[in-house]
């Protein structure tokens, strides 16, 4: 079905990271018809309507879960100081939420017109990926110094700490247990809702993948902000699914 007879014709929306416009992606909502979520793969990011999280059925989660691994932006750069909402142009506001006991953030607009999303926030949100153990951050700080925040794009000096200067974020990986885990859930939620067999799926990235990948090409994922995480991450993911 194309995406404007499911969810009405509307205006393509520009992307508040780079000025581009963001493609749809139809998706199916409960109690309500299917939904079009707004993507900009450069940014890395999504644009979701008020509340539209929340209304995403489990298989509309892991249909947008593969539509981001499959994601290949042409160059990721930091996101402005200001991101306009592509609503009403007003500033939006960088946002600390959380859910059940896990924080993430986004970029929303205070007239509640929606929320700009980082890729790797949403994962977060729906509990994808976690933060780093003690562990994996002394493992990752002797292969790199510098990572790109996966929220702002700014670089994160790892020999200091863990977390954005700029924004807060914490350093993140996708995390297989965690990613079969949160995939496991909405399969089996998926399954009871529409009474059919649960999908299969997989996706591994751990600091091993990391350091794998950055033998074979580190200057690909290597800029003035630092290693790209999310990057390496989505490279996995693709070759996985």
């Known amino acids: ?19 581009a416009a963001m493609r749809g992606v139809t998706l199916a909502r409960e109690p309500m018809t299917p939904l079009l979520v707004d993507v900009c793969d450069d940014c890395q990011a999504l644009w979701l309507d008020a509340n539209e999280s929340q209304q995403l059925t489990p298989g509309a989660v892991i249909a947008l879960f593969r539509a981001i691994a499959a994601s290949e932006p042409k160059e990721r750069a930091a996101y402005r ?12 506001s960088l946002t600390q939420d959380i859910q059940h006991s896990t924080r993430f953030t986004y970029y929303r607009c205070r007239y509640g017109h929606g929320r700009f999303t980082p890729y790797v926030q949403f994962l977060r949100e729906k509990n994808f990926i976690r933060t780093l153990d003690a562990q994996e951050l002394a493992r990752l700080r002797a292969v790199v110094s510098t990572v790109r925040c996966v929220s702002c794009g700014g670089p994160v000096p790892l020999d200091r700490n863990a977390v954005c200067p700029y924004c807060g974020a914490p350093v993140m990986l996708l995390d297989p247990e965690a990613v079969k885990k949160a995939l496991d859930h909405l399969e089996a939620a998926e399954d009871r809702r529409t009474a059919t067999p649960p999908m299969s799926g997989d996706a591994v990235i751990a600091i091993a993948t990391v350091e794998r990948e950055l033998e074979k090409n580190r200057r690909e994922y290597e800029s003035e902000h630092g290693i790209d995480l999310v990057a390496l991450g989505m490279r996995a993911l693709r070759s996985l699914l």
């Open 81 to 92: 100081a200001l991101l306009p909402c592509p609503r009403c142009t007003t500033a939006l």
């Open 1 to 19: 079905m194309p995406a404007d007879d499911a969810v009405g014709a509307r205006a393509v929306l520009t992307c508040p990271g780079c000025s």
